[in-house]
């Protein structure tokens, strides 16, 4: 297992690829991606129990679904970087005859991915029927999952958030991104959330919260926390605050790079601000 | 004219149910979702004999077919439940994203399909499920005829890895196809050999067909008549041969004429052997409250609508 050093590498590491995988196409959505990227690097190489190599099925390892799909700038540099394919295939991303599509599919077979995400709202209900396959089959693996916080206006939400505590899917961990923004501004101004912890408390939900979910550190912590509260009845939450484009100064603080990609000169400074650790691909 | 003996009125959704009552006997990763529609679906059976295999989601069938697709993983065969309309336009970008797209082995199971759901009225009614389905990729679309052949659809789909969407509906009506049937996916069935028209029928309407066959084999025409359980993928060469013998084709649907199976027929038509066609459908429109019966004589969806149909396409040769 990596130390907290070499995490945190990873993580600068994977920032630069987020910057210069949308950078080359003009495209992508580096906003949410830099914002996340603490969480998955926690969550590959520090929390999941996985096995090596990729199957569809995934018996016998922890499984991870991203119902927000439009993030799969940081999704493809971790699983690229936990070895599910060549990080040189990075260099593919959002080009023609890609496996890695601007959101994540399994139709091209990249492996890691197992479910197509990117219409919002779905992903909460597959990470449940995946959890139900896994009690049937008598796995004790875990199922981790992310959503955004806009995502959350998605009205099937509410229909999973419902199911999973009225069924006791106690062997699932959610995690929602508040970062405060979706495309058309802050989310307050868009659509209130309201008090998105409190909201899953009373669905019944065991809720926590990660303060500063660009702290890997405390991320480590909040997800070893999670996973002490599973197996307990209840489904498990956790309401990761992030910074959307975080380690990047002019991308913080704005809704503005949800989903747009920097000129050339804002790739270099960007890049500057996160120098090379483990190697670009 | 060869001979069908109704063996006793019966609900296709029961065959549907007498099918899911076998899997469950016999393949353990069979699994069952319902959105408050147990009674309906006729599944009561399989839910008392596998309890832990059956998910009732409530209403919520956005949910259910998310849930479905991720059950997938991990090696489950999941059957959905509900009514056509609630398994298909509800939840299209559900089926789209989650099922199809990402290649999921879900069966999309769909009763009370078309306007013989009756007194519930149009907002129950689907007519534009099959074009909903077929025209995603990868979707098996499927549409069995009757009691005995919707149990053996049921029962073949659990074998195809892929999802499938099975179409079947409320009432009662003829049970003429043997009980023990080998079902073969995409393979057409010959009813009947005739020379002078073909009838292309699928669901309630394929007896529907024989119906008209009689009275038309009594005025002296030679009636063909193919029973298209299988929508998507089409058994074009049952079709072409038959066409090219025939000259003139009848499709029949309990589904709007945009998008059907009738539309399926054209293509093939259209690309491989030009042909007079007449469809037996609805004609772009909602349905309405009324008993079956009713209903199927109003819009057009019964053996003397199909006997009309033969007699213009005839005159068209």
Avoid at chain 2, 168 to 184: H, I, L, S, W, Y
Avoid at chain 2, 248 to 269: D, I, K, P, Q, Y
Wanted: hydrophobic fraction near 40%.
């Amino acid at each position: 297992m990596p130390n907290a050093q070499e995490l945190q590498d990873l993580v600068t590491q994977v920032r630069r690829d987020i910057l210069r995988m949308v950078h080359k196409v003009n495209s992508g959505h580096p906003g949410g991606s830099l914002g996340c990227t603490e969480f998955f690097v926690a969550l590959y190489n520090e929390i999941m129990e996985l096995k090596d190599g990729f199957d569809m099925d995934g018996k016998d390892e922890d499984l991870f679904f991203l119902s927000n799909g439009h993030i799969s700038p940081v999704f493809y540099s971790v699983l690229a970087r936990r070895g599910y394919f060549p990080v040189e295939e990075l260099n593919t991303f959002r080009l023609i005859n890609s496996r890695l599509q601007g959101h994540p599919t399994t139709h091209e077979g990249l492996p890691g991915v197992r479910i197509a995400s990117g219409s919002l709202g779905q992903g909460m209900s597959v990470a449940i029927g995946a959890a139900l396959a896994k009690k049937l089959n008598g796995d004790n693996h875990l199922i981790y999952s992310l959503h955004g916080d806009g995502e959350l206006q998605e009205g099937q939400n509410w229909e999973a958030i419902m199911y999973a505590a009225g069924s006791k899917v106690d062997n699932y961990i959610a995690t929602i991104d508040l970062n405060g923004q979706q495309i058309d501004g802050s989310t307050d101004d868009v659509l209130p959330l309201g008090d998105v912890a409190e909201k899953f408390r009373v669905f019944g939900w065991d809720v926590l919260e990660i303060e500063n979910g660009n702290d890997l550190k405390q991320v480590i912590a909040g997800l070893n926390e999670a996973k002490s509260r599973t197996g307990k009845g209840k489904p498990v939450c956790i309401i990761m605050t992030t910074m959307m484009g975080n380690g990047v100064d002019f991308m913080m603080h704005t809704h503005a790079w949800h989903g747009k990609a920097p000129n050339d000169e804002q790739l270099e400074t960007a890049l500057a601000q996160n120098p090379e650790t483990v190697g670009d691909y | 004219m060869t001979k069908y003996t109704d063996q006793g009125k019966n609900d296709t959704r029961s065959g549907f149910g007498a099918g899911m009552t076998e899997l469950g006997r016999t393949n353990p990763n069979v699994v069952a979702l319902c959105a408050d529609l147990v009674g309906s679906l006729k599944i009561q059976t399989f839910i008392d004999e596998n309890p832990e295999r059956f998910f009732q989601i409530g209403i919520a069938e956005a949910n259910m077919m998310g849930i479905a697709a991720g059950l997938t993983i991990g090696g489950k065969i999941p059957f959905t439940g509900t009514f056509a309309n609630f398994s298909t336009g509800r939840v299209y970008d559900q089926i789209r994203q989650s099922i199809a797209y990402s290649d999921k082995n879900v069966k999309i199971c769909a009763s009370h399909a078309g306007i013989t759901l009756g007194e519930d009225g149009a907002t129950h009614q689907i007519l534009e499920d099959i074009g909903l389905m077929k025209m995603l990729p990868g979707m098996t679309v499927i549409n069995p005829c009757d009691f005995n052949q919707t149990k053996a659809a049921t029962l073949a789909i659990a074998e195809h890895d892929g999802p499938v969407y099975l179409r079947f509906g409320r009432p009662k009506v003829a049970n003429f196809t043997p009980a023990d049937q080998k079902f073969e996916i995409g393979k057409a069935l010959m009813l009947n050999e005739g020379t002078d028209v073909t009838i292309i029928a699928t669901g309630h309407l394929v007896w529907q067909s024989l119906l008209a066959a009689e009275n038309l084999e009594n005025q002296g025409i030679s009636v063909e008549v193919i029973n298209i359980h299988t929508i998507k993928p089409l058994d074009d060469k049952a079709i072409l041969d038959s066409v090219k013998k025939t000259g003139c084709v009848v499709t029949a649907e309990e589904h709007n004429f945009l998008g059907g199976l009738g539309e399926s027929v054209s293509r093939v038509l259209a690309t491989h052997h030009p042909t007079p066609q007449e469809f037996v459908a609805t004609q772009d429109t909602f349905g309405e409250s009324g008993t079956p019966e009713q209903l199927m004589d109003k819009y057009g969806l019964n053996n003397k609508a199909i006997e009309a149909a033969v007699l213009k396409v005839l005159k068209r040769k």
